[in-house]
């Protein structure tokens, strides 16, 4: 029998109208009062287009009060929200669009011009455009059943085909609890959410939002300045960071800290250096590393603050909810990360072999590599197999390749991560050509048309010929060395 | 899909194995990792019993470590407990032993003696005795399906016939986090628990306890003055009580006060008079008002520390996963509670019957009446049909009348609550005999033998003939009015 609730932001505004539910760095707030009355109003006007219970509504948004009213109004009326990332190009977009199979995108006044010029295959409304439209008489949700489908994000994978991760409710409910399981409830708690809200890791803060009954502290772009201010003036007590976010903010701080109300700097995104962690903690800054990734519903595996000390450099263990195991020959040994929990996905939309593939007796296979030591504590040692982490970006190799041999003078392509100082990584490409009419621009240029920028080789050297294996398999490892030498 | 989590002792002793699970006002105490090997040898010693899956397992006991032991155990197993009040006669054991299908009864040492003399229709176990007994190899679960039977606890009813609530692990799972939304999650807390674990606000505590990993101080009974120590002097921050504990805490404090730390003083167990609530106000003690019974595993609506103190009277909001809705003819009147969530129970124990009668498309009829008010807060007028609370057990007069009419020179018998200062209400009987030869003390007599103590009328009232209405119903609300003259 799947459980059922009642709407949860009905709920919290019915519970705590007053409270502020998302605080904007210019000081404009919105209470859960007011952030439920304009959502149902923007669920009534949404009606307009046809959208009903089950549609798919494509939300290409920067971060900001609209986009989380657009997602809490689909909610309302029983649409799937489907996340897009901003930085898609025309292609990247119009797949994911057709995969999904949306009916409308719904985009914010700022990306207007460049969406409209892609003339993508569904129509495309503008937040503002909408919130002029009549309120249409429609049925609201007044309950979540969390079996039911809440949002889609779409990951690459190592086949080069992204894929839409399926969330229900309860994906993101379970995801909500092992969090407040493992670092607390406070009634003082406030958010701060500068990662982008079409990443899972920036959606849950809103989540846990209504849940909780917390303020969130609203960035459009992070900014070092305005989020230490934002901690050190406005109250913060939360941050979810990537590596790159939590290096500017270590090297701001200088020998200032943070005041004892802060207490918890949640750090995802792929792996942090060591170095980094021990300044923070030289600092006194509550890092709590995590691994997770779209199919989790964010963070699954954490560091609780009992331990951020004395295991710098893991991930923690899986959160209240959720189950780790190692597929390892012998013990302590290094082998593949699987995970188990009602936080974690149900599949990838459409995609039953995808999907079949990806889950073994109910546990997903990460396809990243990692450790327990003997008290149970993860380190993630690899993240899935050559997957390039840039800026807290998934860049599958596979799928930059996939776009790079269709240009006409490449012969072979092979893409790999380069060490960065201030994105982690970024990716590069290795091109074999068919003759000497293309040159490092021309593919970048090319690139540029095709993939979103962070996926765009930032450097290409043209070879003789790739390193492969004996059954002609690219050795993506060895390009690696390569570039040690370049 | 049923929801699957990792089985939730284990769990925490692996989160936090060395953090207190329960500590004794003796100041024994016990971690989490004890608890756990505790339970698990426990466990397979129960198995030499031919205890397995499935099996239902009485627990009669007074509150202790080893009852929380044995509790764990058998959901290690995968057998359903059995929580019997240690107040019962032997007939309304039998009656329960025997409507539960229960395979045996385990007991503390301190009952042994009063309970082997009872002769029940299953062996009886004491705790020390099954410790004794040697480890059989047995698979013991690892992981928590919440949709699987945990404990079956007796409520009366209208109807007079004892019916074995049913709670799957995610009613207790649900109410856990429901309590944790309201009141939030400190790594500082600390529970009482004096209320006795038999009942399900008594077990509530040691299931919130498994899954915060926070400690229980536990003790065997209610004593005013110990718990006041534990209060000002053990850290204790959160404390479980009924309207008659609330009354000698509320006296014995006299002019001091609680330390800052202290959060909570959970108020359950039947309605309290407002003149007790405006004391505890006046001296800042942190009442919260809830409102619940077994089929909601506890609590299912509390007022909320944002509301304590200007809805003074009043029961509160629905818990965040649950709803609330009264059944009543127009707006702001009284009517029929209906309550609806998670926490709620799917229905009694091989009683289709009852159950189809308790639910409406999926909300409990609870015969409770109340009302909300303009702001949705819950006031609860009167409890189930004539139903009488004592000291925070439920005596339902149809009970004791069906026993009182089972003596030979009683013609007809009505029974109803009658005003007291230290339990808030006790049964009395009126009585139509057939002759002059029963006396007051022949009936109390003979409902010693088969009643609860708790049950057994304090007063018997010789009548010439009982209020009836016109289908020749008994008229309890008139019977009320006789006891004022009374």
């Avoid at 000081?27 to 949404?46: D, M, P």
Wanted: charged share 20%; proline share 5%; aromatic share 8%.
């Amino acid at each position: 029998m799947p459980e059922v609730i009642p709407h949860w932001l009905t709920k919290q505004a019915d519970i705590a109208p007053d409270q502020i539910a998302i605080e904007h760095i210019n000081g404009k707030t919105i209470t859960f009062s007011k952030l439920k009355t304009n959502s149902q109003q923007f669920a009534k006007k949404l009606a307009n287009y046809g959208v009903g219970k089950g549609t798919h509504v494509g939300v290409l948004s920067t971060n900001n009060a609209s986009m989380v009213i657009a997602i809490h109004a689909l909610s309302y009326i029983g649409a799937v929200s489907v996340l897009l990332n901003t930085r898609l190009t025309k292609e990247e977009l119009t797949y994911q669009i057709n995969d999904a199979e949306m009916m409308v995108v719904l985009t914010c006044d700022s990306l207007e011009k460049e969406v409209m010029v892609m003339d993508l295959p569904v129509p495309v409304k503008t937040f503002s455009e909408i919130s002029h439209l009549p309120e249409m008489e429609t049925d609201l949700q007044t309950e979540i059943i969390l079996d039911d489908v809440f949002t889609i994000i779409y990951t690459s994978g190592t086949t080069g085909f992204p894929k839409g991760v399926i969330h229900t409710y309860g994906n993101h409910w379970w995801s909500a609890m092992g969090s407040a399981l493992n670092i607390g409830l406070d009634s003082n708690d406030k958010w701060l959410a500068a990662l982008p809200i079409f990443h899972v890791s920036g959606l849950s803060i809103f989540i846990k939002s209504v849940i909780y009954g917390m303020p969130v502290y609203l960035m459009e772009k992070f900014d070092q300045q305005v989020v230490q201010d934002a901690i050190m003036e406005r109250g913060v007590t939360m941050v979810s960071v990537v590596t790159v976010m939590l290096k500017r903010l270590v090297d701001l701080l200088g020998n200032n800290t943070y005041p004892d109300t802060f207490r918890c700097m949640l750090l995802g995104g792929g792996p942090a250096p060591r170095p980094l962690l021990e300044k923070a903690k030289a600092k006194h800054i509550p890092v709590f590393q995590s691994y997770g990734m779209t199919e989790t519903s964010s963070q699954i595996v954490t560091l609780s603050p009992l331990n951020a000390l004395n295991k710098i450099g893991s991930a923690g263990k899986p959160l209240f909810p959720a189950q780790l195991k190692i597929d390892h020959t012998k013990e302590d040994s290094v082998g593949e990360i699987f995970v188990k929990g009602p936080m974690v996905t149900r599949g990838y939309f459409n995609k039953k072999e995808a999907t079949n593939s990806a889950f073994q007796n109910g546990w997903l296979a990460t396809g990243d590599l990692g450790y327990l030591d003997h008290e149970g504590f993860l380190y993630v040692v690899d993240r899935r197999k050559d997957l390039i982490i840039s800026g807290g970006e998934n860049i599958y190799p596979s799928e930059v390749e996939s776009v790079l041999s269709g240009i006409e003078q490449v012969s072979e392509v092979g893409v790999v991560g380069k060490a960065d100082e201030t994105w982690g990584q970024v990716p590069v490409a290795f091109v074999v050509a068919i003759d000497q009419t293309i040159s490092e621009s021309d593919v970048i240029k090319y690139s540029n048309n095709y993939l979103a920028k962070y996926k765009v080789p930032k450097q290409v050297f043209f070879v003789d010929k790739l390193p492969r294996n004996a059954s002609n398999k690219l050795v993506r490892g060895e390009l690696a060395k390569w570039i040690q030498n370049n």
